[in-house]
Nanobody, 124 residues
Framework: QVQLIESGGGLVQAGGSLRLSCAAS????????MGWFRQAPGKEREFVGM???????EFVDSVKGRFTISRDNAKNTVYLQMNSLKPEDTAIYYCAAKTKSFVRYTTAFAYGSWGQGTQVTVSS
């Protein structure tokens, strides 16, 4: 099983940028589509975006054009670049490895390995 550790969260003003990292160990991320989810206080965990093993990516509509995902298989790390941040982006951000086939990538159930999360706070 792959172990995941997120980093890079913090406090940023609206309009600013952050880059989150997700470092993997135990297994290579080359084998997995990798996703990012977030959970705001009092809300359910929601899909943010994901990157397929081939490098293409998918995003929820609310972050399209602002967020990008990349992967460095040599470093066994996935990145979430967040630009033009808004207060509504405030949440704990989690990376996850999609371990279940034939389950939609927007579903948390599709992901079998999760990091502990990193807090992102966007002030207005």
């Amino acid at each position: 099983q792959v172990q995941l550790i997120e980093s890079g969260g913090g406090l940023v003003q609206a309009g600013g940028s952050l880059r989150l990292s997700c470092a993997a160990s135990g297994r290579t991320i080359r084998d997995y589509p990798m996703g990012w989810f977030r959970q705001a206080p009092g809300k359910e965990r929601e899909f943010v975006g994901m990157i397929w093993t081939g490098g293409s990516s998918e995003f929820v509509d609310s972050v399209k054009g602002r967020f990008t995902i990349s992967r460095d298989n040599a470093k066994n790390t996935v990145y979430l670049q967040m630009n033009s941040l808004k207060p509504e982006d405030t949440a704990i951000y989690y990376c996850a490895a999609k371990t279940k086939s034939f389950v939609r990538y927007t579903t948390a159930f599709a992901y079998g390995s999760w990091g502990q999360g990193t807090q992102v706070t966007v002030s207005s």
